[in-house]
């Protein structure tokens, strides 16, 4: 039960984040829908243009989070507590999330994008690691790889809940409500989040308890010598 609780826990963050990254364009629709009311329109609010919205949904996004997967990936797996970087990410994400309720121009949303893929190119690669922690036995560990890679698709999928929430709460109303969920996720994976590695029923037939045990090194390879006898 530990074990799963972490993945559902990892599972729930990762769709907030993603759903965070993946606003941008419904809150732009409403834009192009919403032309006289400005509350609703992050367009008009902030002045933005066609180019900008290309470039905070491409370059602004990707970049920083194509390269934090590739240095979280390195870095967590010589990390034993990887939940510090589970909520390292979680950090990040609401500094992301106020940067982004209280933009003023291009410049700060463009912190916030940035803010964003950075935490959630930490957390994807991190996820992975631990799950493969958690569930060494490769029969078992199909499943909670699944989960939490389906977290992308779930959090994309809730990012489109911001173009109703725009239209009736003002685009700023929907990112105090998508901040608000982020805050619930990382306070549940601050909870549930395990370092704890089980290898019960995979032949290592201990327990590691936070990283603080080693694992039981594997007998040494026979010498020539021992063929002899």
Same mark, same amino acid.
């Given at each position: 039960?530990?074990?799963? =609780?972490?993945?559902?826990? $990892?599972?729930?963050?990762? !769709?907030?984040?993603?759903?965070?990254?993946?606003?941008?364009?419904? $809150?732009?629709?409403? &834009?192009?829908?919403?032309?006289?009311?400005?509350?609703?329109?992050?367009?008009?609010?902030?002045?933005?243009?066609?180019?900008?919205? /290309?470039?905070?949904?491409?370059?602004?996004?990707?970049?920083?989070?194509?390269?934090?997967?590739?240095?979280? /990936?390195?870095?967590?797996?010589?990390?034993?507590?990887?939940?510090?970087?589970?909520?390292?990410? =979680? #950090?990040?994400?609401?500094?992301?999330?106020?940067?982004?309720?209280?933009?003023?121009?291009?410049?700060?949303?463009?912190?916030?994008?940035?803010?964003?893929?950075?935490?959630?190119?930490?957390?994807?690669?991190?996820?992975?690691?631990?799950?493969?922690?958690?569930?060494?036995?490769?029969?078992? $560990?199909?499943?909670?790889?699944?989960? #939490?890679?389906? !977290?992308?698709?779930?959090?994309?999928?809730?990012?489109?809940?911001?173009?109703? $929430?725009?239209?009736?709460? /003002?685009?700023? /109303?929907?990112?105090?409500?998508?901040?608000?969920?982020?805050?619930?996720?990382?306070?549940?994976? !601050?909870?549930?989040?395990?370092?704890?590695? &089980?290898?019960? =029923?995979?032949?290592?037939? #201990?327990?590691?308890?936070? =990283?603080?045990?080693?694992?039981?090194?594997?007998?040494?390879?026979?010498?020539?010598?021992?063929?002899?006898?």
């Amino acid at each position: 039960m530990d074990q799963w =609780g972490t993945v559902w826990a $990892l599972v729930l963050l990762c !769709s907030a984040i993603e759903a965070n990254a993946a606003m941008l364009p419904s $809150l732009w629709a409403v &834009s192009e829908k919403n032309d006289d009311d400005t509350s609703a329109s992050i367009r008009d609010d902030l002045g933005l243009t066609m180019t900008d919205f /290309g470039l905070l949904t491409s370059y602004v996004s990707i970049a920083p989070r194509a390269v934090m997967m590739y240095v979280a /990936g390195r870095v967590a797996g010589r990390v034993r507590r990887k939940k510090i970087l589970v909520m390292v990410a =979680g #950090v990040l994400q609401m500094l992301a999330m106020g940067t982004f309720l209280t933009a003023r121009g291009f410049w700060q949303l463009a912190v916030a994008m940035v803010l964003i893929n950075i935490s959630l190119g930490i957390d994807l690669p991190t996820n992975a690691i631990l799950v493969g922690d958690l569930f060494p036995d490769p029969t078992t $560990l199909a499943v909670p790889i699944a989960c #939490v890679t389906s !977290s992308i698709y779930v959090g994309s999928a809730l990012g489109t809940i911001a173009e109703p $929430l725009a239209q009736s709460l /003002g685009w700023r /109303g929907a990112v105090a409500c998508f901040g608000l969920f982020s805050s619930a996720a990382i306070l549940n994976a !601050s909870l549930l989040v395990s370092n704890h590695r &089980s290898y019960a =029923g995979s032949g290592y037939g #201990v327990v590691v308890d936070d =990283g603080s045990r080693p694992r039981p090194r594997p007998p040494p390879p026979p010498s020539p010598r021992d063929y002899h006898h």
